[in-house]
Each structure stands twice: as structure tokens, then as C-alpha cells.
């Protein structure tokens, strides 16, 4: 796949696609590449595991070929548009997180890791041509894909989950509230809460306390000061950590006042608070 060519031509030639042409072609990525690694077999107790995960019946398939089995099924499902089928291309992207994070656990294995290796970088130069709104976090022994806005702060803040290792039930919260913002009829009332949960674990645990996240204003403050933090930038944080809270306290928990471009900022806003600190424990 020859990525700048494909993009090079492509803006020559002004071609826009609409979001239902990215995704059959990505698709088409996905198929081909799963093809190029296994063109004869695919492992049967691998594709027993997927069975497994998606929460489907293995049945032996009539023939042993690769394009038999309950993988490759799942994957190159047709769908007609995203209309007709709007959950069907989600269950083709969890049907892929779940192949790629069997790949990444088996890493190990030589035979599996040059796979697992191969087939992400297919996937990662997919979603650049085709111009995909999804990205990607990998932790330690799996993958979670999500809805995508900003590049540059996915792959600051998002993408590299892994800063957030040392403190596993914020990450947990976290990986949360970026699983929930897959879903077709999201519920923006606990992704928030996953987000807000994330931030408060952090910071009870960086500053050694057990407060609520609206009683940690002062011991920020102090924090920061310690740490050399500029005043003006010691100010911002804090006072936009209590409009924060304000927001939680006055629109989620008690009126559920909030809709869903004020859930993509308060993820951006959340990962930024921990992105500072964590910088700071980090120097």
C-alpha cells in the first residue's frame, strides 16, 4: 500500500469521499490484508478464542479454507450504508479490536508477533489514506479503537494511554469512557462520569489524599507552587479545575443538562489536567 502515492493522487485529482465509501474501503484494507497474512488457514483454536470474545457458538465450518471461518466472516460482512445498518460498522470495528488484541497478547510468539506487526501497520496506513475519523490506544495485551476528532491531541493525550500505567484505576476509567464513545446510542452521562472518576483516582493519588475532586483545589495550588508552576498557570489550572467540577456537579449529576460536542471537550479537558501533572511527577 503505497500511502503518499494514494493521498498525493487523491488531492490531485480533488476526490472526497463520504463516510460510508471511507469505511467499505478501509474494509477492503482490513480483508485483503487478513489475506496476505493467511492465504490458506487460518489457526482453528484462534478462531475458537475470537468466538469466544465476540460471544458467538464455534461450529466447525464446512471447509477448512480461512474464508470459512467465524473471523473472516465477522470481518467482511457486506453492509449497504450506514442508515440501513447503523450498528453494523461498529460490530466490524469490534470485531477488529477484538482480532487485533488476541494478536498483540500473543506477541510473544515470533510467528504472531511479525503478524500482529504487519497487520497494524496495514491498519494504522489505512486509516491515514482513507481518512478515517477512528484512532487507536495499546496498552499491554490489548487495543481499544474509538471515535477520533483531533489528531494532534489523540496522539498526544489519547493514543499513548500508557503514561497513565502507574495509576491503573484512572487508566481503567479512562479506557472507559473512550470504550462507551464507540457506541451508536451513547450514554453521555456515564462517559463523564468515567472521566471525572479518571481524573479524581489521579490526583488522590499524586497529592497522597482522599478527597472529592471540588475539595482539591487548595492542595493543587500548593502542589503546583512546590513544583515551580508559574503562578498565572497555577491559576488557570485550578479555576478551570473548579468550573469543572461546577459543570459535573451542575449539569451531569443533578440536571443532566450536556450533549455530545461538550463530552468530546471534557475528554480533551481531562486528559490535559492529567497530561500537566503527570509531566510534573514524570521531570
Not at 475458537?48 to 467465524?70: A, E
Not at 466490524?92 to 500473543?106: D, N, P
Not at 483531533?150 to 496522539?155: I, R
Amino acid at each position: 500500500m503505497d500511502e503518499k502515492l494514494t493521498i498525493d493522487f487523491n488531492d490531485r485529482f480533488g476526490i472526497k469521499k463520504d463516510d460510508f465509501s471511507k469505511f467499505t474501503a478501509f474494509q477492503a484494507d482490513v480483508i485483503n490484508g487478513f489475506n496476505d497474512l493467511f492465504p490458506d488457514l487460518f489457526p482453528v483454536e484462534a478462531d475458537k478464542l475470537f468466538c469466544r470474545h465476540l460471544h458467538i457458538v464455534y461450529r466447525v465450518p464446512f471447509f477448512g479454507t480461512k474464508d470459512h471461518t467465524h473471523i473472516y466472516h465477522n470481518l467482511s460482512k457486506s453492509y449497504l450504508s450506514y442508515s440501513d445498518a447503523p450498528n453494523s460498522y461498529l460490530e466490524f470495528y469490534r470485531c477488529l479490536e477484538i482480532f487485533l488484541s488476541m494478536l498483540k497478547k500473543e506477541k510473544k510468539d515470533k510467528y504472531w508477533s511479525k503478524i500482529y506487526v504487519d497487520f497494524f501497520d496495514l491498519i494504522i496506513k489505512s486509516i491515514k489514506i482513507n481518512g478515517l475519523k477512528i484512532s487507536f490506544v495499546e496498552l499491554a495485551d490489548s487495543i481499544v479503537l474509538y471515535p477520533s476528532e483531533v489528531k494532534e491531541l489523540d496522539e498526544i493525550m489519547v493514543q499513548d494511554i500508557k503514561w497513565l500505567t502507574k495509576y491503573p484505576e484512572s487508566q481503567k476509567q479512562f479506557i472507559s469512557a473512550l470504550k462507551k464513545l464507540q457506541e451508536t446510542n451513547k450514554d453521555e452521562r456515564n462517559i463523564l462520569d468515567d472521566l471525572r472518576f479518571s481524573l479524581e483516582q489521579l490526583l488522590k493519588k499524586i497529592l497522597k489524599n482522599d478527597k472529592s475532586l471540588e475539595n482539591q483545589i487548595e492542595s493543587l495550588g500548593g502542589y503546583l507552587k512546590d513544583k515551580g508552576v508559574s503562578v498565572e498557570i497555577r491559576e488557570l489550572y485550578t479555576k478551570l479545575i473548579n468550573y469543572y467540577c461546577n459543570y459535573q456537579n451542575k449539569n451531569v449529576k443533578h440536571n443532566e443538562k450536556y450533549y455530545g460536542e461538550e463530552t468530546r471537550f471534557i475528554l480533551y479537558l481531562t486528559g490535559s489536567f492529567m497530561y500537566l501533572v503527570l509531566s510534573i511527577e514524570n521531570k
